[in-house]
Structure formats: C-alpha cells, structure tokens
C-alpha cells in the first residue's frame, strides 16, 4: 500500500454488522484513504465531484451509488462541484459479513461474485441507484434484524442488478483473478511476470498449447477482452502504480512497462484513464490532496 495512503481506522466495531453515516455538506474534505471494510457510498447532488477508487479517477454525475471493497484506496474531490448541499449515505460492513463457506453456497453466487468485483470497485448503474435510493435513505430508520435483513436484501438487489461497471485495473490492486482455466490463468501468470517485454500472440498460444485462432478465442471467451486489450490493461495498471509510487519520468515508466512509443503510450493511457500520465501523477501526488 502506498505509504501516502492514510490508513482509516473505522467506528465499526467487531459486534457490529455494520454502521451507517448520513450527512450533508458543501465539499469533500477526508483525504485519500483505505479500510478493511466494506463501503457502499451513495453520493446526491455532487455533479463534477471526482471520484478516485484504485487507479480510477472520474467526474461523477448529479448521483451515484459506489462499492467499495476491503483496502481498495478510494476518495472523492470537491473538484468542479458546484453544489452547497451534497448529500451523502456511508454505510460500512465487515468483509467477513458472509463467511467464505456461506458464501459458497449456490444461492449467493450473485453476492460472493459481486464481492469480488468490489475489490476493484464498482458503480452501479444510473436505474439501479434510482431504484434502491429510497430503501438506502431509509435504512437507518430500520433496527436490530430488520436492519440487518434489509441490508442484506439491498445487497443481494445489487449483485443482480444490471450494467454495473468494475472501476479499478486488477493489476494496481495485485489481484489475482479466477478465470476457472488452468490454461488462461498461466497465460496471465506469463503476462504479469514479462509485460515490459515484447509478448506476441504466438508466445501465448505456445503456453496454451492452442492454435493463435483457438488461442484467440479461447482467451475471449473466459476473460472478456483480446489477448491484445488484456496485455495493454496489464502494462497500464503496473504504469498507474509507479506514477503513483515512484518519480520515475513518464518517458521511463512507459518503457519499463512494455511501452517503445511515448506518443504512443500517452494516447493509450489518456484513452483509458481520461486523463494524460502526468495529469494522472499529479491528481494523486500534489499537496493538494484527493478529497473525500
């Protein structure tokens, strides 16, 4: 973890299922940060804050509803926000909610999927935030089990709901992710151990022990990307990571991640992160801090 993280030490309490906080504001104004719990943030009339969560970084529209999973850095910043009355709902639960054997049984798939997704952070969609908005602002009207039923029920209503959008790159968290392929899960092993170098599709085919066609497919249909499009994922988290850590130029960073192109590397990086390196580096370094 970056050591200008600031580590928050939560009032969740080891007897608690979880806490809530409600409150309005005129700015964000808590520092970059990270905990061991889970944070589902609902976030109203904050149109042109930006929100940071691992090595994302956007301006948010007028509402949004964001989960956040166990030491994943996250913050929001005041940035182009113009409102007086930002209203905010935090709710924070124990990573252990579920337990791992629980969390295996077939009736949870959603959740425990939807858990593991948080790790890099989601934004759940504009429909799905209008819909539960009411129950979330109501939530702390509720006591004892109902409390605990109605966040569950929540949770459960956003595992499955629709267009969610995972925020972070899993290389920046160093997550090691399931893709239920012996084969893939090599490749990737192959990948994150030689992304500065020069990788070809052949090269990977070769550890598959596939074709390039079968190879290409095979390697779509069990991550979701090109083999190409998943390389380049891979070199930009490693490149988010020492923007962040390291005051390596931006010319250097590129290199060492597997970028020959500077030109080539800002347009790639500014494509995917909306934002150019060194834009990117400064958002998360200057005394100005990121803001929540």
Same mark, same amino acid.
């Given at each position: 973890m970056n050591r200008n993280l600031l580590k928050e030490i939560t009032p969740l309490t080891a007897s608690d299922c979880f806490t809530?906080?409600?409150?309005?504001?005129?700015?964000?104004?808590?520092?970059?940060?990270?905990?061991?719990?889970?944070?589902?943030?609902?976030?109203?009339?904050?149109?042109?804050?930006?929100?940071f969560v691992g090595d994302h970084m956007a301006e948010i529209e007028e509402t949004e509803l964001v989960l956040v999973g166990s030491n994943l850095p996250h913050a929001w910043k005041t940035h182009h926000c113009k409102s007086k009355e930002i209203h905010e709902i935090t709710i924070q639960f124990h990573k252990e909610l579920?337990?791992?054997?629980?969390?295996? !049984?077939?009736?949870?798939?959603?959740?425990?999927? $939807?858990?593991? %997704?948080?790790?890099?952070? +989601?934004?759940? /969609?504009? &429909?799905?935030?209008?819909?539960?908005?009411?129950?979330?602002?109501?939530?702390?009207?509720?006591?004892?089990?109902?409390?605990v039923l109605e966040l569950l029920s929540i949770l459960h209503d956003l595992s499955i709901s629709r267009n969610m959008r995972i925020l972070s790159d899993a290389t920046?968290?160093?997550?090691?992710?399931?893709?239920?392929? !012996?084969?893939?899960?090599?490749?990737?092993?192959? $990948?994150?151990? %030689?992304?500065?170098?020069? +990788?070809?599709? /052949?090269? &990977?085919?070769?550890?598959?022990?596939?074709?390039?066609?079968s190879f290409s497919r095979f390697f779509k249909f069990h991550t979701g990307l090109s083999f190409m499009d998943s390389l380049l994922d891979i070199r930009l988290g490693h490149a988010s990571r020492l923007l962040i850590d390291t005051n390596q130029p931006v010319s250097e960073v590129a290199y060492n991640c597997g970028f020959n192109n500077i030109s080539n590397f800002n347009r790639i990086f500014k494509k995917k992160k909306e934002c150019t390196p060194k834009k990117f580096r400064e958002d998360y370094t200057s005394e100005n801090r990121v803001f929540i």
């Open positions: 809530i906080f409600e409150r309005t504001k005129k700015e964000f104004d808590f520092p970059l940060h990270y905990h061991e719990e889970m944070e589902l943030n609902f976030i109203i009339n904050a149109k042109g804050a930006k929100r579920f337990d791992e054997k629980m969390l295996g !049984r077939n009736q949870l798939r959603f959740i425990r999927e $939807m858990f593991e %997704n948080s790790k890099r952070g +989601i934004l759940f /969609s504009k &429909a799905t935030t209008q819909q539960l908005g009411q129950r979330l602002k109501q939530l702390r009207s509720k006591q004892g089990f109902d409390s920046f968290s160093n997550l090691q992710l399931n893709y239920n392929s !012996r084969r893939i899960e090599k490749v990737m092993e192959y $990948m994150n151990k %030689n992304f500065d170098k020069a +990788i070809r599709l /052949s090269d &990977a085919a070769k550890i598959a022990n596939m074709t390039e066609v």
